[in-house]
């Protein structure tokens, strides 16, 4: 302060004694500058004009605004000049600095123009704009010193002279930012988050006081921007989005600039299958196939589903595909339209927008095929037999047209009415003559295998076999399927129909039956797949168009035995003759007996259109010995030969009537109660307790009979396997007691009234007997007969090894002719003997077993 005082004393001095004086040129000059960035330190020079050397100088400036902050100022006046100097900023804005000699003769400031003298330095300030002034200025009064400006020192007179000043403009302007284009993602994935970095440049932003703000200008709905992020998740809504998008930054002072407009593809990941059907599988005819499992994932996931469809299907009815759930069902009918082979395909779909090239697609398919396997098995209904006569009943398969599956064996359990027919024999089908195979047989009652033990009357199995196993390439089968041409035919069962005429008219049912899971199986040809049972059907009439009616009956009678198909879920599992596949419908048959009235003329035996005659009398003798070749029209000679109205054709009582009418003995009467008689059989003898009118007796073998009865005739003949035996009369007589003696088994017998009236005996034997048993030697069965004369006397049979130990025993209620079959597999080789006991009868004998 003291030195200020020094210098203003001196200046006032300067003032008084050369007030008056003043020179244009000198100057001093206050640097401008323009444009200037916010937030920046900058200066501003001070020069001076100087027209003769000077010894002090004083400059007072004035800043006009508040565009510039933080004003300090440095001297730039050469080291050794002016030398006393002092810098007041106290009164800011005004700025005071000044400078004198302290030796005249050295420290004087030359003439001269733009004479460095000082440095204004300042701080712009955080303005978006503005103008500072830098002008000469008055200091305040300082008394005693009075007013203070900028002046010069004269240094060779000492004269104080005002200087003026050329003010400097200060102006500050805000910097316009620049944003860097952004990165073109090109695809962004749907409903992932998208981000990218956002920078720009601003010159202010180097001065550390610029705030720079990112927007969207121009883009998608959704898309932001935090701080220098850009950040977009777009939505299914927006896949396949193709607007511009504009980004853009402005600084505080809201200039703004926008980078190069550019294109987001926004993509889409279709849904991908995970689980589909297998590539092909095969069902049953008449099934539903269903797969509960086809899935799918969808990587994005969405927006919608997965969602299923059914894109095409080749076969008949209606696919039906679960747009949620992806359940597949096909229900197919029993319709030849729905067997062989058909593809599904489906598609699963994510609901998005499709385009080209950001989301071409958005489903993926599925193809399979369903292989629907018909196999179908029938049992022939004959219509129209004839009672009396042979028929056959053939067991079929499907006409090839269908059939696609090979087969290597069937193992058939049938069951007929056994009332109403007699089985004689079964035969291959067509089928297995044509394919070549070459094993074929079938058993029935002890042998037939029912279950755990014999068959019933009315049962009998049929198997076949085309079996592969060693041999000559050329004798194996040479078909297993019927597509190649080969017949449907598997099997021939021949029966013989009774003659018994109140089943005329009637149906008799031949149906499949099952003792066990194994009855009635079809074997794949490799074994490893056992066909069964699907679907059972029974026949039931006929509708208004004569078409059979046939309905089904499966699972109606779960227990074995039972005719409605092998029980489930017992005979669904993998161990029992390979993997069970209920592939098989089974048609059951039988045979329609045709009403007499339609065909017969009774009496008329021959047929002649003359009832009654001798001649009908002798055909029908004829008959009884030579079998149906006596007849010329055998359905027809059948009809009529009901003579007594009983309702059995072809009997001994028939022949009987049709005598006494012949010889008018006798008139046609309606049907008679049989009668009741007991026939007894002794060492061939054969013996009545009542009046006949005529005997039919069929024993084995080829005997030579002998009548016995008086008043009687006889015929007989050998068939080639049994001697067929009549005992008759032209002349009405009758016979009682011992009648006949032949030997041979007894196979059948028939046995009329004097006045035709059919008789049910009981056939027994004379005499106890235990008959040897045969074979003997044995290995490892053999059969053993009983004779017991009374029905229902308990025996019981006892067999023994040489020691007396007890190794088998049989019992029953005897029947008059009963029978034991011993199965010794179980025991060794050797002697044994058997021992019957029947009421007061006891006997025994020796068999042998040789294994």
């Known amino acids: 302060m003291l030195k200020r005082t020094l210098h203003s004393l001196l200046i006032v001095s300067f003032i008084v004694a050369f007030a008056s004086m003043s020179f244009a040129a000198d100057r001093i000059i206050v640097q401008g500058k323009a444009g200037l960035p916010r937030c920046v330190d900058q200066s501003s020079t001070v020069t001076a004009n100087i027209d003769v050397p000077i010894s002090a100088l004083e400059v007072v400036l004035n800043v006009s605004n508040t565009t510039i902050g933080g004003v300090s100022v440095v001297w730039n006046l050469p080291a050794d000049t002016l030398t006393d100097r002092v810098i007041d900023l106290t009164q800011y804005p005004l700025i005071r600095f000044a400078a004198m000699s302290t030796n005249p ?45 900028t002046q010069f020192v004269i240094a060779a007179t000492g004269d104080l002279v005002t200087v003026p000043v050329d003010a400097g403009i200060i102006s500050v302007t805000n910097q316009l930012p620049t944003i860097a284009a952004v990165v073109n993602p090109g695809e962004v994935l749907f409903g992932q988050l998208w981000t990218t970095n ?72 279709a849904p991908v299958f995970t689980v589909v059907p297998p590539a092909l599988t095969e069902i049953a005819w008449g099934q539903t196939f269903t797969f509960n499992h086809l899935t799918a994932v969808d990587p994005d996931p969405g927006p919608y589903g997965p969602l299923y469809h059914l894109l095409s299907f080749n076969g008949p009815g209606t696919v039906n595909v679960d747009a949620n759930t992806g359940v597949v069902t096909w229900v197919t009918l029993y319709e030849p339209a729905y067997t062989g082979l058909f593809t599904v395909t489906v598609t699963v779909d994510d609901g ?17 095929q369903i292989r629907v396997v018909p196999f179908q098995l029938t049992i022939e209904k004959v219509e129209g037999a004839y009672l009396g006569q042979p028929t056959t009943v053939s067991v079929t398969m499907l006409d090839h047209t269908y059939v696609n599956k090979d087969i290597g064996g069937f193992d058939f359990l049938i069951q007929y009415d056994n009332s109403a027919m007699v089985f004689q024999f079964a035969e291959e089908g067509e089928f297995i003559t044509d394919c070549e195979w070459e094993y074929f047989t079938y058993r029935y009652g002890a042998n037939g295998n029912c279950g755990v033990g014999a068959c019933p009357n009315g049962v009998l199995r049929v198997v076949a076999m085309g079996e592969t196993n060693g041999g ?21 069962l021949h029966f013989l129909l009774s003659n018994d005429a109140n089943l005329e008219c009637q149906f008799a049912p031949i149906r499949f039956v099952w003792y066990d899971c194994g009855d009635n199986g079809i074997s794949s040809k490799e074994g490893d797949f056992l066909f069964m049972s699907q679907v059972v059907y029974d026949f039931a009439g006929f509708d208004e168009l004569g078409a059979p009616i046939f309905n089904p009956i499966t699972g ?105 009418v012949v010889i008018g003995d006798a008139l046609p009467y309606a049907k008679v109660t049989p009668v009741a008689a007991r026939v007894t059989v002794g060492n061939g003898v054969y013996s009545v307790d009542q009046s006949l009118g005529a005997a039919y007796v069929v024993v084995s073998g080829n005997v030579t009979p002998s009548l016995l009865a008086s008043g009687m005739e006889m015929k007989y003949a050998f068939n080639g396997q049994n001697t067929n035996i009549l005992v008759y009369s032209l002349q009405g007589n009758s016979f009682s007691g011992n009648f006949l003696e032949a030997d041979g088994d007894l196979v059948s017998y028939e046995l009329a009234t004097f006045n035709g ?52 025993n049989f019992s029953g209620v005897s029947q008059g002719y009963d029978k034991v079959v011993w199965d010794a597999a179980n025991v060794s080789s050797g002697v044994y003997f058997y021992k019957l006991t029947a009421g007061d009868y006891s006997s025994t004998k020796k068999a042998v077993l040789l294994k």
Request: proline share 6%; glycine share 8%.
């Open 556 to 660: 109606l009678d779960p227990t074995m035995p039972t005719l409605t198909g092998a029980p489930a879920p017992e005979c669904d599992v993998f161990t029992q003759k390979g993997h069970p596949w209920r592939l098989v419908h089974y048609y059951n048959g039988g045979v329609d007996i045709i009403c007499a009235d339609s065909i017969d003329a009774v009496g008329d035996i021959n047929l002649n259109s003359i009832a009654y005659e001798i001649a009908d009398a002798v055909m029908f003798t004829n008959y009884f010995v030579s079998g149906l070749s006596a007849f010329d029209n055998v359905d027809g000679s059948i009809a009529a030969s009901d003579t007594n109205k009983d309702g059995i054709t072809l009997s001994v009582a028939d022949l009987v009537y049709l005598i006494r």
């Open 757 to 808: 009236q059919p008789v049910n005996a009981d056939v027994m034997p004379a005499n106890f007997e235990l008959h040897q048993n045969y074979p003997n030697p044995f290995n490892p069965t053999t059969t053993i007969k009983i004779d017991v004369p009374v029905k229902g006397i308990e025996w019981k049979l006892n067999i023994y090894n040489v020691t007396g130990q007890l190794v088998q």
């Open 472 to 492: 000559n390439l050329a004798h194996h089968p040479s078909c297993w399927t019927n597509t190649g041409g080969a017949s449907n035919e598997l099997v021939k």
């Open 352 to 368: 998005t927008t499709v385009c080209t090239p950001c989301a071409p697609e958005n489903t993926d398919t599925a193809s399979f």
């Open 105 to 149: 003769a050295t420290e004087n400031y030359k003439a001269g123009t733009g004479k460095p003298v000082a440095t204004i330095n300042f701080h712009t300030a955080d303005v978006c704009a503005g103008t500072d002034t830098i002008a000469g200025a008055v200091w305040p009064s300082d008394p005693p010193f009075g007013t203070i400006q």
């Open 198 to 269: 956002l920078s720009s440049t601003d010159l202010d932003m180097l001065n550390g006081c610029e705030t720079m703000t990112y927007f969207v200008s121009s883009g998608p709905a959704g898309m932001t921007v935090a701080g220098n992020v850009l950040n977009w998740t777009p939505t299914g809504a927006q896949v396949c989005y193709d607007g511009d998008v504009i980004i853009g930054v402005k600084d505080k002072c809201n200039a703004q600039s926008l980078a190069a407009a550019f294109k987001i593809c926004v993509t889409n990941h």
